[in-house]
């Protein structure tokens, strides 16, 4: 089983960067393909972005693409979300999840296991 611990969150003006960190403990991300999700208060959860367990494929929701970017690096057991020009409608939650089973799913029923989440908000 594996556990996740996110990180990177805070406060920024609208146009800037943030970048997010997700550590996975107790097994190592090659067994898992990953995702973002974000909550904004009163919102269902939503996806953001995924990545295959080998680095190969990345996937968008049209809200970020273009902004945000997802990768993956294997030694430090660690994805990422770079996420650029961003704007105050990316006020969330983001949390990251992890799936044994391969694809990069948006939903969020397919994912097993979760971490804690990191506040991100931006200021107008």
């Known amino acids: 089983q594996v556990q996740l611990v996110e990180s990177g969150g805070g406060l920024v003006q609208a146009g800037g960067s943030l970048r997010l960190s997700c550590a996975a403990s107790?097994?190592?991300?090659?067994?898992?393909?990953v995702g973002w999700f974000r909550q904004a208060p009163g919102k269902e959860r939503e996806f953001v972005a995924a990545?295959?367990?080998?680095?190969?494929?990345?996937y968008y929701a049209d809200s970020v693409k273009g902004r945000f970017t997802i990768s993956l690096d294997n030694p430090k057991n660690t994805v990422y979300l770079q996420m650029n020009s961003l704007k105050p409608e990316d006020t969330a939650v983001y949390y990251c999840?992890?799936?044994?089973?391969?694809?990069?799913?948006?939903?969020?029923?397919?994912?097993?296991?979760w971490g804690q989440g990191t506040q991100v908000t931006v200021s107008s």
């Open positions: 999840a992890a799936k044994p089973d391969y694809g990069l799913g948006y939903y969020k029923g397919e994912y097993d296991y």
């Open positions: 990545i295959s367990r080998s680095g190969t494929w990345t």
């Open positions: 107790g097994r190592t991300f090659s067994n898992y393909d």
